[in-house]
């Protein structure tokens, strides 16, 4: 029986080389669509100087930096990788630890509010870690929350119907929520939230180095043969296809981001 088809970081620890992930935040967060969104959820949240925040799955911590640069806030970062949170506090993170989203280590009403970015596309359970960020939140309070929703997916390669079979791979089986991220707006409208605001940003990859090295598109159908979705022909037909489109200069690959920030209510929360 073959073995799930987990993202990588899903359980980064586990890997052949974890450091290899921190390459790739590195690389992510160097990259201008990414550092705008993530300059623009921080904004979301309203800081203000002494404000407390919590940061979910912070992986190193470049957007804790951000926070405290920025608006003077103090930011606890968690992430369940003992990697990360090495390399974290490593690079200068004084309140850094390992812990599970799905039960934060933190009293009730302990920040002025919290994000998760990027991190519900990989955990077990969503609605779970949604109750923990609000229950650690204070009434009135902000959280914000951003991911990739694969069911944007676009990829200009010859054979179509192959590349969408590729690309719902991605998104329903390589990764455990990733067509979640359109719904975000709604799990907080259910539950009570304030002010639910929705930004969609749309990354668009013309250079083939981004779509390889940083987010691996190259090896998705290999990937996928690999766990019995592709056959073997099928996925060196991908490669195939995807070298041609570079060569031809036709390579064009695009998902949207969805940003979405709320506030807590003030005498409430679910």
């Given amino acids: 029986m073959r073995p799930p088809a987990a993202h990588g970081f899903t359980a980064v620890d586990q890997q052949p080389r974890p450091a290899a992930f921190v390459q790739v935040l590195d690389t992510l967060d160097d990259h201008p669509f990414y550092a705008a969104y993530k300059a623009r959820l921080r904004e979301l949240l309203h800081a203000r100087p002494g404000d407390r925040f919590l940061d979910i799955g912070a992986g190193t911590g470049d957007s804790v930096q ?154 998705w159908a290999r990937t996928a043969a690999e766990h019995g979705h592709l056959t073997r022909t099928e996925a060196e037909q991908f490669t195939g296809q995807f070298d041609e489109a570079v060569r031809s200069g036709r390579f064009t690959y695009a998902v949207t981001f969805f940003l979405t920030a709320a506030t807590a209510a003030p005498t409430s929360r679910s």
């Fill in 66 to 219: 951000g926070m405290a640069r920025e608006y003077g806030s103090t930011v606890a970062a968690i992430d369940r990788s003992t990697t990360m949170a090495r390399h974290a506090h490593a690079r200068g993170l004084a309140h850094v630890a390992v812990a599970d989203a799905h039960h934060l280590p933190f009293r009730d009403a302990s920040f002025d509010g919290a994000w998760a970015d990027r991190v519900l596309q990989h955990v077990a359970d969503p609605e779970q870690v949604l109750t923990e960020m609000l229950r650690v939140i204070r009434p009135g309070g902000r959280i914000a929350l951003a991911d990739p929703d694969y069911d944007t997916q676009v990829l200009d390669i010859a054979d179509q119907e192959l590349a969408r079979r590729v690309l719902r791979f991605r998104a329903d089986v390589q990764l455990r929520h990733g067509t979640l991220a359109h719904r975000h707006a709604g799990l907080l409208a259910r539950r009570g939230l304030l002010d639910v605001s929705t930004e969609a940003r749309t990354l668009v990859v013309r250079d083939p180095r981004e779509a390889d090295n940083c987010l691996g598109l190259r090896t």
